[in-house]
């Protein structure tokens, strides 16, 4: 009987020092979206840290990357969101970011590893804070379905063809292989000003305000909407849904239904997983306009959200992934361009990639040098997805032949002006 | 039939265990405002998930800015309703300042139009049917109820495998020798199929009420027509559709609402493309509200107060219709 009462005793306060354990760890939640395997590799990479840190529980919450840009930004008003966030708006969810310095091992680290891209995690003004880290670099970009090119016999475009000179070459492969979309174009104004600082546009004034449509602007706007009038773009894309909606095409380029595929970094991992061996695919540079050759920089960024109840367990929790170990094991595994400097400069060993993959990620690596400051200065700009929306939005009317583009430019002007201001209200 | 005596107490003891406290309360308050007491649960719920939100809409509605809490948000009085009113013609949407808002009330009105029409018709001459002697008629009847089990989102990703350049009818348009239709990028085909994809899915619900309408016609009338001679059609025009009216109006006024109200499957099925060729109202509302870069609350707000002024006059029609048909 005594040992029975021992035992129990013993449960109890083993099961007492258990609970009280529990009830020390702090749970994180992890607010997370992937485009290929890069979830998985952030479950792998957090697991390891819970073993290091076994105080901390962080719950990766996995959602579609609509939710990160509509859900998410009305739970961090309402201050009910996670402690971190996986995000690609980086200006405009800014004001929901906390400041990591007060509690990060090195913050002179993490300025010199991410300085250039923490200013598009910023407030305007705000000059110093940092808000996370960047779990990837993208730059926009061609795909091309080489396959198609020989299966035609028609030679691929050089270096430093231009978007003309890809357009009427994919016109003529698709012409002769059945291919039904020649030149896909994601329908995302990420996207589309890779074509349109090419040709010449400024995006801003003198004073760094927005001045949207301007000749270069107007001459891209003219080429999307001649390549749709002449069947270089099918309007599956920009003219099949409305409003900003995105439309992407790597599931047609994945069928081999594309011959030139005009998207990003990001779609390496998918394309590397999911092609195989059904076709030869290559990633190009960005094709020339007569300005320059540049694409669009862009990314996602880890942050911490501001409302969180524990600060110095987000702040552990980011300085871990960010360290240059662990942020380069996620950009080897996951094939991102590295949004880390220290990384970039020694270079990502890419192991898990295929040939095809190493090669693509090679070219989107080279574009970075090549970034026209407009770009950069698009992308850092806080209010650059209200320029984006407006101009897809806009743009797909005049596609479908609901506006001519002269009304076009005028309601791009309009929406951008409007939206400002309603942001501006106090 | 009696329950088992231990059975009896236990359903009777909430009975019994309240019946002490109400009496108190009775006693207490008086046996005239009992009523009240009775009501006021379901008042408190009304209050907290109907009546609070749409006060917290109109408050949104006078107000502007991005916050999201109603203390943050600065007084524009009736700025955003002017806002969306501002217009050279309200039947030209371009002429606009929000052209896609009238778009969207144009688009809705002529969805609803197409989809009563249709709707009423089909529901009208698929209950005829069913109300005859046929063969099976058990069995089609729950065919023609099935799809009204589906949630919308799944029959509008049904019908989208179906319309879709690979789908199942470009490839029987091709196995026929025919080329794809790309019905999607056609504003006036993705119109049709927007108001099909509607009428099929709820055409069940409809043929229902009508249904029970046919059976509650006598059939002594059908009879003595029947002895009369009376050609068919003369007996459905003045026996079957005089009687069935009220169920009609019913019907009618029911799917104008259903249609103004349009979101999920048209949002699933063409995203309001082409362009904004069935861009509808409410998703209108939705994408101003969320999707944009600045959610934009307050000008969201305001159409739903417009939208909501046009859903009520539909509501008050329908209660006055089946008020009708109750006399």
Not at chain 1, 416 to 421: E, F, K, P, R, S
Not at chain 2, 222 to 246: G, H, K, N, S
Request: net charge positive; with cysteine; hydrophobic share 50%.
């Amino acid at each position: 009987m005594k040992a029975i009462a021992r035992t129990l005793v013993l449960g109890l306060a083993l099961g007492l020092g258990v609970a009280q354990a529990a009830s020390a760890q702090t749970t994180l939640r992890m607010t997370w979206y992937s485009d290929g395997n890069e979830g998985e590799v952030m479950a792998d990479l957090l697991k390891r840290f819970e073993s290091k840190n076994p105080d901390i529980k962080v719950v990766l919450d996995e959602v579609p990357f609509k939710a990160i840009n509509e859900t998410l930004p009305v739970q961090l008003a309402s201050g009910q969101g996670p402690d971190m966030a996986r995000v690609a708006d980086l200006g405009g969810l800014a004001r929901y970011m906390m400041d990591l310095r007060p509690y990060l091992k090195n913050a002179a680290t993490w300025e010199a590893n991410y300085g250039p891209f923490l200013k598009w995690m910023r407030v305007p003004g705000d000059t110093a804070s940092i808000p996370g880290y960047m779990t990837q670099l993208t730059v926009t970009g061609p795909f091309v379905n080489k396959s198609l090119f020989e299966q035609a016999g028609i030679a691929m475009p050089g270096a430093n063809a231009t978007w003309q000179d890809w357009a009427t070459a994919a016109k003529s492969v698709a012409a002769k292989t059945g291919a039904p979309f020649p030149l896909a174009i994601d329908r995302s104004g990420h996207r589309f000003f890779s074509l349109a600082i090419a040709q010449g546009a400024k995006v801003f004034d003198a004073a760094g305000e927005p001045a949207v449509v301007d000749d270069g602007f107007k001459r891209a706007a003219q080429l999307v909407v001649d390549w749709h009038k002449s069947g270089v773009m099918s309007k599956e894309l920009w003219g099949s849904v409305s409003g900003a909606a995105y439309r992407g095409a790597n599931e047609e380029f994945k069928n081999a239904q594309v011959v030139m595929y005009v998207s990003g970094s990001w779609q390496i991992g998918q394309f590397d997983k999911t092609v195989g061996d059904a076709f030869d695919w290559v990633a190009v540079p960005s094709p020339c306009g007569p300005a320059n050759c540049t694409g669009m920089p862009g990314g996602a960024a880890l942050v911490g959200i501001k409302a969180t109840k524990h600060p110095a367990e987000v702040a552990r929790v980011l300085d871990y992934l960010a360290s240059e170990e662990i942020a380069g094991e996620l950009y080897a595994r996951a094939l991102f361009v590295p949004g880390n400097l220290a990384l970039a400069a020694k270079g990502i060993d890419y192991k898990a990639a295929s040939a095809p993959a190493k090669a693509a990620l090679k070219v989107f690596g080279a574009a970075v040098a090549k970034l026209d400051p407009v770009a950069n200065q698009l992308q850092g700009y806080t209010n650059n997805r209200i320029i984006f929306n407006a101009v897809i939005s806009r743009l797909g009317q005049t596609i479908t032949g609901e506006t001519t583009l002269d009304e076009a430019y005028g309601r791009i002007t309009q929406d951008v002006a409007q939206q400002i201001a309603e942001r501006n209200k106090k | 039939m009696t329950l088992p005596a231990p059975l009896g107490a236990l359903t009777t003891l909430p009975l019994r265990l309240l019946d002490a406290p109400m009496r108190a309360l009775q006693r207490a308050i008086g046996e005239r405002r009992m009523p009240y007491v009775f009501l006021a649960p379901n008042a408190a719920f009304f209050g907290l998930f109907v009546f609070l939100p749409i006060a917290i809409n109109l408050w949104f509605s006078v107000t502007g800015g991005p916050a999201l809490f109603p203390s943050e948000r600065p007084y524009v009085g009736a700025g955003q309703y002017a806002y969306l009113f501002e217009c050279g013609s309200y039947i030209d949407p371009n002429s606009c300042r929000e052209d896609h808002f009238w778009r969207g009330v144009a688009n809705t009105a002529k969805f609803t139009a197409f989809q009563v029409v249709a709707m009423v018709g089909l529901s009208l001459v698929t209950a005829v049917v069913l109300n005859m002697k046929i063969r099976a008629r058990g069995f089609f009847r729950a065919v023609y109820f099935f799809p009204v089990l589906l949630s919308p989102v799944v029959v509008a990703l049904i019908w989208k495998w179906i319309l879709q350049r690979d789908g199942l009818l470009n490839a029987a348009i091709t196995a026929m020798g025919g080329d794809k239709i790309l019905f999607f990028i056609d504003p006036n085909w993705a119109m049709f199929w927007a108001v099909l994809v509607s009428v099929w899915a709820h055409m069940g619900f409809y043929t229902l009420i009508l249904l029970a309408g046919l059976q509650a016609i006598p059939a002594d009338l059908y009879e003595a027509a029947e002895m009369d001679a009376t050609p068919r059609f003369r007996v459905f025009r003045l026996i079957t559709l005089p009687l069935l009216w009220p169920n009609m109006v019913v019907v009618i006024v029911l799917a104008l609402i259903r249609g103004v109200q349009i979101f999920d499957e048209v949002y699933v099925l063409t995203g309001g493309g082409p362009g904004s060729a069935t861009l509808m109202v409410v998703q209108y509302i939705y994408e101003t509200a969320f999707s944009n870069q600045v959610q934009n609350f307050g000008l969201a707000a305001a159409a739903s107060c417009v939208l909501g002024v046009v859903l009520f006059c539909l509501t008050l029609a329908q209660l006055a219709a089946s008020r009708r048909k109750g006399a």
